[in-house]
């Protein structure tokens, strides 16, 4: 009988965490170590897809590897995560009123092949006051996430609509995902 491979998250992400746990699978985490850094002339979906294949492969594990890198893209710019509070208070305004897309880029691989997808969520974020960015800003929730807000956490009511998938903005596209896995 044929040992079932040991399966891996390449992240330091909690949400992702929770959200795979959500599947029912056994895992490990292995925080990977990657520069962020998009080169030039590369596109969002490039740049997303680029680093979770670097992020899974930059873990050593015997076993099936699940990495990914989601980002916020506004009028095709890249917002990461805020260096600060002023940062994620420029990048609410940014969004305020606003559509803008998300994509995790993800990556699934074992010691025979490895597969590399992305998914695009479209978000519209409705008219935002001063007083609620700079109240959402105070709670801390902001500094970490790409885009400088949660929808699954703080910023749900700031979220008008989504076209597609919720768990990719939350940043781990389980539809799809798992897809990826069966095949492994």
């Given at each position: 009988m044929k040992k079932k491979a040991p399966l891996i998250l390449a992240s330091a992400s909690p949400r992702r965490r929770e959200l795979l746990a959500t599947l029912g699978?056994?895992?490990?985490?292995?925080v990977p170590n990657v520069d962020e850094t998009a080169l030039a002339d590369e596109t969002p979906r490039a740049f997303a897809e680029r680093m979770a294949k670097e992020k899974a492969y930059a873990v050593q594990a015997d076993g099936v590897v699940i990495a990914a890198d989601t980002i916020v893209v506004h009028a095709d710019s890249i917002l990461g995560k805020p260096a600060d509070a002023p940062h994620a208070k420029e990048m609410l305004e940014l969004l305020s009123g606003s559509e803008h897309k998300v994509i995790t880029g993800v990556c699934v691989k074992n010691?025979?092949?490895?597969?590399?997808?992305?998914?695009?969520?479209?978000?519209?974020?409705?008219?935002?006051?001063?007083?609620?960015i700079e109240a959402y800003i105070s709670t801390g929730d902001p500094l970490d996430k790409a885009g400088a807000y949660a929808i699954q956490g703080g910023?749900?009511?700031?979220?008008?609509?989504?076209?597609?998938?919720?768990?990719?903005?939350?940043?781990?596209?389980?539809?799809?995902?798992?897809?990826?896995?069966?095949?492994?």
């Open positions: 699978m056994d895992f490990k985490i292995l010691v025979e092949h490895s597969v590399v997808f992305s998914v695009t969520t479209q978000v519209v974020f409705r008219s935002l006051e001063e007083a609620e910023a749900a009511h700031m979220v008008r609509s989504i076209s597609g998938s919720y768990t990719n903005v939350v940043g781990l596209p389980l539809c799809e995902l798992h897809e990826a896995l069966v095949s492994f």
